[in-house]
């Protein structure tokens, strides 16, 4: 595990990585000021043959209740399901 700590602007930047997501290939827990992203990143061991581009798939999820905003009506918690999610940002 190797943590940085940086004053960015005013606030405190903190970079950890190694601690989560130990599945993953990579992954890094960031901090500034009050807001935190876990970034992770999955990879083969093997390259694949044959193909002439980079394969990448981002999956973003955004988490209505963190910011303290719980939708009404239909939607009670997580907003769309994931399928729905998907369907949309394509």
Same mark, same amino acid.
């Given at each position: 595990?190797? %943590?940085?700590?940086?004053?960015?602007?005013?606030?405190?930047?903190?970079? /950890?990585?190694?601690?989560?997501?130990? +599945?993953?290939?990579?992954?890094?827990? %960031? &901090?500034?000021?009050?807001?935190?992203?876990?970034?992770?990143?999955?990879?083969?061991?093997?390259?694949?043959?044959?193909?002439?581009?980079? $394969?990448?798939?981002?999956?973003? +999820?955004? =988490?209505?209740?963190?910011?303290?905003?719980? $939708?009404?009506?239909?939607? =009670? &918690? /997580?907003?769309?399901? $994931?399928?729905?999610?998907?369907? =949309?940002?394509?």
């Amino acid at each position: 595990m190797m %943590i940085v700590d940086r004053d960015f602007h005013g606030r405190k930047l903190s970079i /950890e990585v190694g601690r989560l997501a130990k +599945q993953a290939s990579g992954s890094a827990l %960031i &901090r500034y000021g009050d807001t935190v992203v876990l970034v992770t990143a999955v990879a083969s061991r093997d390259a694949r043959e044959g193909i002439d581009f980079f $394969p990448l798939t981002v999956d973003y +999820q955004e =988490k209505t209740f963190a910011a303290g905003k719980i $939708p009404g009506g239909f939607f =009670k &918690r /997580e907003g769309t399901s $994931p399928r729905d999610f998907t369907a =949309k940002r394509r």
